[in-house]
């Protein structure tokens, strides 16, 4: 593993290496998450025959507003959130 501090002392290329890395774990991330979606929209353009537009709209609405409020603890109760029957713990 590489400090932070051991690229502080390569100077610019340590900053320029360091930045490429965040940059490169970004796009990482993103590539992820659209993978982990890719499935869910297929699922829902099989079952439900939904255009792909469609499914990729109802899921992005279905996953992120409800996040959302749990985050913030507003609107709705903890205890529309249930995974395996049990309450999550916040």
């Not at 501090?5 to 900053?15: D, E, F, I, N, T």
């Not at 360091?18 to 774990?25: A, C, D, K, N, R």
């Not at 609107?75 to 309450?87: A, D, M």
Request: charged share 10%; with cysteine.
């Amino acid at each position: 593993m590489v400090s932070h501090a051991l690229l502080w002392q390569m100077g610019a290329s340590g900053v320029l290496w360091g930045t490429l890395f965040l940059v490169f774990l970004l796009f990482a991330g993103i590539a992820t998450v659209i993978a982990v979606f890719e499935s869910i929209v297929a699922v829902c353009q099989d079952c439900f025959k939904w255009s792909r537009a469609k499914a990729s709209i109802i899921n992005c609405l279905y996953h992120r507003i409800p996040n959302f409020y749990r985050s913030s603890r507003l609107l709705i109760p903890n205890s529309y959130f249930l995974v395996g029957g049990k309450e999550n713990a916040l």
